[in-house]
């Protein structure tokens, strides 16, 4: 199954991967961009492309 993995040092505040997401995975809370429904994403990698190099990463496990 498909998911993404947040570098929060690198994500920093682009909350743009939010909207982007087709599937609603992402969400903020405290302030922090979190994976929210990791068990609804469906492995586009519009989050990944969409970030700063490195800050998401999809994986599949
Ligand atoms: S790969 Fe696609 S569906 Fe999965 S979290 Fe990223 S944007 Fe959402």
Redesign the pocket.
Known sequence: M?R?IINHEKLGNHDEIIA????N??EKENGKIVVKRPED????????ANAPEGAVK?VDD
């Open positions: 498909p993404p982007i997401c087709p599937a995975v992402f994403c469906i492995g586009c990698r519009a989050c990944e999809v």
